[in-house]
C-alpha cells in the first residue's frame, strides 16, 4: 500500500460508549505495527486532531519521528489551503502577490 489513512472511533456515530469501545485499540497504528506491516515508503496520514493517548488507540507518539508521518505537513498545508479559499471568498486574490514570499519546503528525502 502507498498510503495509510488513520482516524479516530467516531463515538458519536455509535449507539452507546459501550458499542464504540468494542472497536478501540483494534485499528491502532505504532511503528512496530508500520515496520511490520508497511513497505518504507508508506505515508501515514490522520484528518486530525490526533489523540496519542494509550487509551485513544489510533496514532501512537512513537510514529512522530518516522519522516513518512504526513500530519505534520497536513497540517501546514490547510494553513495554506484555508488562506487561499479566504482570499476567493473574500475577493482579495489581487492583493495576494503583494505579502506573498517564496516557500521553501524541507524534504529530507530530497536533500542530498
Not at 511503528?31 to 505515508?43: F, G, K, L, M, R
Not at 493517548?53 to 489510533?58: D, I, Q, T, V, Y
Amino acid at each position: 500500500m502507498d498510503i495509510v489513512y488513520s482516524t479516530r472511533i467516531q463515538e458519536e456515530r455509535f449507539s452507546s460508549k459501550d458499542e464504540a469501545d468494542l472497536y478501540r485499540g483494534r485499528f491502532r497504528l505504532n511503528q512496530a505495527i508500520y515496520t511490520s506491516h508497511c513497505e518504507p515508503n508508506t505515508v501515514i496520514m490522520h484528518p486530525l486532531p490526533r489523540d496519542s493517548r494509550a487509551e485513544a488507540n489510533e496514532l501512537d507518539s512513537d510514529l512522530d519521528s518516522n519522516p513518512n508521518l504526513a500530519i505534520f505537513r497536513q497540517t501546514d498545508n490547510g494553513l495554506l489551503v484555508r488562506m487561499a479559499l479566504f482570499s476567493i471568498i473574500l475577493d482579495v486574490t489581487h492583493l495576494v502577490d503583494k505579502y506573498a514570499s517564496e516557500v521553501r519546503w524541507y524534504n529530507p528525502r530530497l536533500s542530498s
